[in-house]
């Protein structure tokens, strides 16, 4: 009987987390410089720096969305089409499910200023010269690409 009555509430708690919150989706870019050095943002409400990107809307291709984002977080285009370089589930960044992580190619230069308000600082940093207080996602990511060291797809 108690088995059934943990089962039962499983269900209806499932059930409430579904129609609460459905699973969101989000994006991230990973725009390299010629010489090797990872262009990172810091928004305005979280503490860390990380790679450019959002959430990916109902309907939107995660292509689309990536290229909205670069656009509205750095003032870049998106140049060609963008590689994927893994989807990897979240439970620490954001409210997202799931980041898809593309290497893409921007052509355009960083302004002086960030385009969008929610942007306080964006830049360029080298693999071995990071900021102190880099998303730790985001660090792994960039050590996977920079030094091709395998990363697992959860963080």
Same mark, same amino acid.
Request: net charge negative; aromatic share 12%.
């Given at each position: 009987?108690?088995?059934?009555?943990?089962? &039962?509430?499983?269900?209806? =708690?499932?059930?409430? $987390?579904?129609? /609460?919150?459905?699973? *969101?989706?989000?994006?991230?870019? +990973?725009?390299?410089?010629?010489?090797?050095?990872?262009?990172?943002?810091?928004?305005?409400?979280?503490?860390?720096?990380?790679?450019?990107?959002?959430?990916?809307?109902?309907?939107?291709?995660?292509?689309?969305?990536?290229?909205?984002?670069?656009?509205?977080?750095?003032?870049?285009?998106? &140049?060609?089409?963008?590689? =994927?370089?893994?989807? $990897?589930?979240? /439970?620490?960044?954001? *409210?997202?499910?799931?980041?898809? +992580?593309?290497?893409?190619?921007?052509?355009?230069?960083?302004?002086?200023?960030?385009?969008?308000?929610?942007?306080?600082?964006?830049?360029?940093?080298?693999?071995?010269?990071?900021?102190?207080?880099?998303?730790?996602?985001?660090?792994?990511?960039?050590?996977?690409?920079?030094?091709?060291?395998?990363?697992?797809?959860?963080?």
């Amino acid at each position: 009987m108690r088995a059934f009555w943990a089962r &039962s509430f499983s269900v209806i =708690l499932y059930i409430y $987390f579904k129609i /609460r919150r459905g699973m *969101a989706l989000g994006v991230r870019a +990973v725009v390299r410089s010629p010489n090797g050095e990872f262009l990172l943002v810091r928004h305005i409400y979280t503490p860390s720096w990380h790679f450019p990107g959002g959430g990916v809307e109902a309907g939107q291709a995660a292509e689309v969305a990536l290229a909205d984002e670069l656009v509205q977080e750095t003032g870049l285009c998106v &140049s060609g089409a963008p590689q =994927l370089h893994g989807i $990897f589930f979240n /439970r620490c960044v954001s *409210a997202r499910d799931h980041i898809v +992580v593309y290497l893409c190619d921007a052509i355009g230069e960083l302004p002086n200023k960030p385009p969008s308000l929610e942007i306080s600082e964006l830049g360029f940093f080298a693999p071995e010269c990071l900021p102190s207080d880099v998303d730790p996602g985001t660090a792994q990511w960039i050590r996977e690409i920079a030094f091709r060291k395998p990363i697992s797809g959860e963080w």
